[in-house]
């Protein structure tokens, strides 16, 4: 919990990845409930910290464990388990998979839609990122058509 709560403390202070790093790589070594929420917290803090300091391989290979564990304990539709599944797709754009990035994306969208409905900002989101994924791995039309709609609903929604 100490542990989790200096994550928090820095969570928002960019020249502190490295000690966020190093927070999370003595996770490892400590003998905890491996089921507790609070390591979950602080294992998807250390995943952020290692894909925000650009160690992308290794944020999301922690991602990928932590969502294993997520589904097991928390289950697949918990507010935590589908922000780890945003984080990975994110990291995954982020290195150049950008096809990996839409599949888990648009995957995470019908969920999201189910989840937490049409009209939630996670939705409208993952929404958006598909629609700057999709221009980026050069679908312009699917994009600017996923773009035109999302105008639409935020013009709506807000």
């Known amino acids: 919990m100490a542990i989790r709560t200096l994550q928090q403390a820095l969570a928002d202070l960019p020249r502190e990845l490295p000690t966020l790093i190093r927070l999370g790589d003595y996770l490892e070594k400590l003998q905890v409930n491996e089921d507790s929420p609070e390591l979950l917290d602080a294992r998807a803090a250390y995943g952020q910290a290692l894909g925000e300091s650009g160690k992308l391989e290794e944020a999301l290979n922690s991602l990928q464990a932590l969502l294993a564990d997520q589904t097991r304990i928390l289950g697949p539709d918990h ?52 629609a700057y994924w999709q221009a980026q791995s050069g679908a312009i039309e699917d994009a600017l058509a996923a773009a035109e709609a999302l105008l639409a609903d935020h013009t709506r929604i807000l």
């Open 79 to 130: 507010p935590d388990t589908l922000t780890t599944r945003n984080n990975i797709a994110d990291f995954q754009a982020e290195s150049g998979a950008i096809e990996d990035a839409l599949a888990a994306a648009e995957a995470l969208l019908a969920d999201h839609t189910r989840i937490l409905g049409p009209d939630h900002p996670d939705t409208l989101r993952t929404r958006n990122n598909i």
